[in-house]
């Protein structure tokens, strides 16, 4: 019995947390596997309503689960940055899910913003360090509020944490069995503390995968190559920042948010799966968003919980969606409703 933590948070989480959970459903049917679900509420409804971000129960909570399922944290009457930090990033780091894993596929060419484009030439993953970096939120205002102010924030970055998370990479790379290919994307010639520990420990670990090819990009040059040359890209390991940033063009050259999954991994823990894009409350409650994104992250949910057939067929049922049914990728244009592209995933299964 597979126990399921669902988070359905705010905006659109809960349309298309609720897409998920119907897939899910079928596919422990036809694929004969049991689960139960549990869901917690936290989000900006209930931190509005009373005052309390995230209970101190919750991480205890969510231990006991083998994956968290997310929908969307962020709500429009709540200042930015307090439901982000309060909850998404509280739980990346108290659940220690050091990884931040976000495929970058195209599956239908007419969807790639590129000219040219196939899903051939789009079809990489970012491993993103999702522990450290700048999201420590270690800093400090000098002078605040005086025309001398000076603001500092820093990037902190662990030979353990950068370590685990190469190592993490090499051994994806590995196991994908693609190209067999490893970039380092960091920022070398300018950010020299940084980037020169995740060079010397990229090249120690290195050594011990001879099978796996190796190469640098800075990180500015990374994102031109997303434009020009997504094909020349297998796996990618990148800092926080630098992860987060390249992963929403990721998104965009894979056809969009609609679209765009991602896992937040503790190896050894409990993982948490999501849509990357954000909660979308201009479009909540209207049955227009794409709840493609939030299926894709419930297959690699599956996959991580060891359901790999069902999860495969939740990626095929998307592919055939993506390439014979919808009209568009994003919110409204999709030819039918957020229920309806569920039930197609359903009928596809
Ligand atoms: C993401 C998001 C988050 C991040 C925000 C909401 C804190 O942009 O998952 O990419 O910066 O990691
Ligand atoms: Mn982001």
């Keep these: 019995m597979h126990k399921i933590a669902v988070i359905p948070g705010d905006g659109t989480g809960p349309e298309v947390v609720r897409e998920g959970l119907k897939v899910l459903d079928a596919a422990s049917k036809k694929f004969g596997f049991k689960y139960e679900t549990q869901t917690f509420d936290f989000g900006g409804e209930r931190y509005l309503k009373t005052g309390e971000i995230l209970p101190d129960s919750a991480v205890p909570d969510l231990r006991k689960f083998e ?50 484009k196939n899903p051939e030439d789009i079809d990489f993953v970012v491993v993103r360090e999702n522990s450290e970096g700048l999201y420590k939120g270690l800093g400090e205002f000098q002078k605040k509020g005086t025309k001398d102010e000076v603001a500092i924030q820093i990037s902190h970055n662990t030979r353990a944490g950068v370590e685990r998370c190469i190592r ?57 190559w997303f434009v020009k040359n997504p094909e020349w890209f297998d796996v990618i390991v990148t800092d926080n920042m630098f992860g ?26 409990v993982s948490m799966f999501e849509p990357i894009g954000g909660s979308a409350p201009k479009y909540t409650g209207k049955n227009v968003i794409n709840p493609l994104a939030a299926i894709c992250a419930l297959g690699m949910l599956l996959e991580n919980i060891g359901e790999k057939i069902a999860a495969k067929a939740i990626e095929d049922a998307v592919i055939k969606i993506v390439g014979t049914k919808l009209k568009s990728l994003a919110a409204g244009k999709m030819g039918y409703g957020t229920a309806e592209v569920g039930d197609l995933v359903v009928k596809y299964l």
């Excluded at 950010?191 to 800075?218: G, M, P, S």
């Design 168 to 224: 993490y990479a090499f051994e994806f790379a590995r196991k994908r069995n693609k190209r067999k290919q490893l970039t380092l994307c960091g920022k070398t010639n300018v950010l020299t503390f940084a980037w020169d520990l995740w060079q010397r420990i990229f090249n120690e670990v290195a050594k011990e995968y001879t099978d796996i090819k190796t190469d640098y990009a800075h990180v500015d040059a990374t994102t031109m």
């Design 244 to 269: 987060d940033i390249i992963t929403d063009l990721g998104a965009m050259i894979q056809g969009g948010m609609g679209i765009a999954a991602g896992g937040n991994i503790n190896p050894k823990g």
């Design 67 to 116: 994956a968290i399922f997310l929908g969307a944290i962020g709500h429009p009457d709540v200042k930015p940055g307090i439901l982000e930090q309060g909850i998404l990033l509280k739980l990346r780091f108290s659940l220690d899910q050091y990884i931040n894993l976000r495929p970058v596929k195209l599956y239908n060419a007419d969807f790639c913003p590129l000219k040219g």
